[in-house]
């Protein structure tokens, strides 16, 4: 099998992963009914914890994570590991193919094609790719939203400064050719986040509440 072939399998198997809708299916099988239906009404984590349920939120997160993060690491070990360069930086084919499996994921995430390419934002499945495909990057920008969260209870702006700061990570502490994926995603983040960022400017943004509803 060529490499333009094995490459494509990566991006159609990470995307087929990164579809499936964990938000919707939890909190429908947890018998809340359809998430898209309150606050925001994407599917993501953010969504969930507005129902008022940490456990499930927490579900959504690590399901979220996982799918990007499975798609990076299936491609990592099924892709032959050959030396090949990209934007002039040297890299690995396997390592190659694990990135746009995850970012196939995460796009498929954001737009998956059993709602309508209606989907999340992406954090979380973002994350989960950072995780399996440079963890240093991934903790930094851990620490990154924690802060920015506890700090100012904005979700929105904790992912957002996360996710522009994650390739100035990657490029110090993991490569050059992950900080040009993670830069690909940084700009879907904010794309998926525009309308947040209007309220932001605007004064509007909802606060994260740690009260739980009734």
């Known amino acids: 099998m060529d490499l333009t072939t094995t490459f494509i399998l990566c991006a159609l198997g990470g995307y087929v992963l990164g579809s499936i809708p964990f938000g919707l299916v939890i909190t429908r099988l947890a018998g809340l009914g359809d998430i898209r239906k309150i606050g925001s009404g994407n599917i993501g984590a953010t969504n969930v914890l507005r129902t008022g349920h940490w456990g499930l939120a927490l579900l959504t997160i690590i399901c979220d994570a996982s799918k990007a993060g499975f798609a990076a690491l299936i491609a990592l070990y099924v892709v032959p590991s050959n030396e090949m360069f990209f934007c002039n930086n040297l890299t690995t084919t396997a390592i190659f193919g694990s990135l746009i499996a995850g970012t196939a994921a995460i796009l498929g ?104 509803k009734k």
């Open 109 to 212: 995430h954001n737009f998956p094609i059993w709602l309508k390419f209606k989907g999340g934002k992406g954090v979380a499945s973002a994350f989960g790719f950072f995780l399996a495909t440079a963890p240093e990057v991934a903790g930094l920008a851990l620490l990154t939203w924690l802060f920015v969260a506890f700090t100012t209870r904005y979700s929105s702006l904790s992912a957002i400064t996360a996710a522009v700061m994650v390739p100035v990570y990657a490029f110090f502490f993991a490569s050059p050719v992950n900080a040009i994926f993670y830069s690909l995603i940084a700009l879907l983040v904010l794309v998926r986040h525009r309308g947040n960022i209007a309220r932001l400017i605007k004064g509007e943004e909802s606060k994260i509440s740690f009260k739980k």
